[in-house]
């Protein structure tokens, strides 16, 4: 089993919220997003975890720094568990973001293609892939957490639902499914299984977005 969340909330989140133009230093915990931080970690004592994988970004990494300390278990980074790379008009369009967002010009474009500083589908579903593959060879002797961010959660999903069939289309109903910070989402990686003389296999959602410590 490895357990996903959501960074605590950011500046970043607050500015967003507020309709303000993010500071320079946006990424990082607001006082709110520690306290979550400390509550998730509390949630999450006893839970048999292992270790802590974090994204580069500084907002998970202060998450993943204080549940780390709180139970005692060391972090480490992987580069690719990090946020979508929004296009270079996005951060200029803020905080009226508009049509800028990967979600608007991304189910519209071909699968390689990309807005300007961006990444395409393509490339986020290669890094998905990447980090399934590294976590299923883990996920057998370790339980992991994994602090993230909205859209790669996302991203993850729509990888283990839809396979090779996952398709730029798929984004909007997607992203219609919400993800609090410090959410709580499992997946576990299972052998083979049958339902209904249907065969499944690779990663399974178990729970979305829990948020009873909030």
């Known amino acids: 089993m490895i357990y996903f969340t959501r960074h605590g909330e950011s500046v970043a989140n607050v500015a967003d919220r507020e309709l303000r133009r993010r500071p320079l ?4 915990l607001s006082p ?5 931080a400390r509550t998730l970690a509390r949630r999450l004592a006893g839970q048999g975890l292992d270790g802590i994988v974090t994204s580069p970004y500084r907002r998970a990494r202060e998450t993943a720094a204080v549940i780390g300390e709180t139970l005692g278990l060391h972090v480490e980074v992987d580069r690719e568990l ?4 929004q296009a270079d008009a996005y951060y200029a369009a803020a905080p009226d973001y508009g049509t800028t967002g990967a979600i608007s010009w991304m189910p519209r474009s071909d699968p390689d293609a990309a807005a300007p500083g961006a990444e395409s589908f393509n490339e986020v579903v290669g890094r998905v892939r990447a980090v399934q593959e590294r976590l299923g060879a883990r996920a057998e002797r370790e339980r992991l957490l994994c602090v993230t961010h909205w859209g790669f959660l996302h991203f993850f999903l729509g990888v283990s639902m839809f396979g090779d069939a996952f398709a730029p289309a798929h984004l909007a109903p997607l992203f219609r499914i919400s993800h609090a910070n410090t ?3 499992l997946f576990e990686r299972r052998a083979p299984w049958a339902l209904d ?3 499944f296999e690779g990663w399974a959602l178990h729970t979305w977005n829990d948020r009873g410590e909030l």
Do not use: K, M, P, W
């Open 25 to 28: 230093d946006a990424d990082r």
């Open 82 to 85: 990090h946020e979508l790379r």
């Open 32 to 36: 709110a997003g520690f306290e979550q």
């Open 197 to 199: 003389g249907v065969a």
């Open 183 to 185: 959410g709580i989402t």
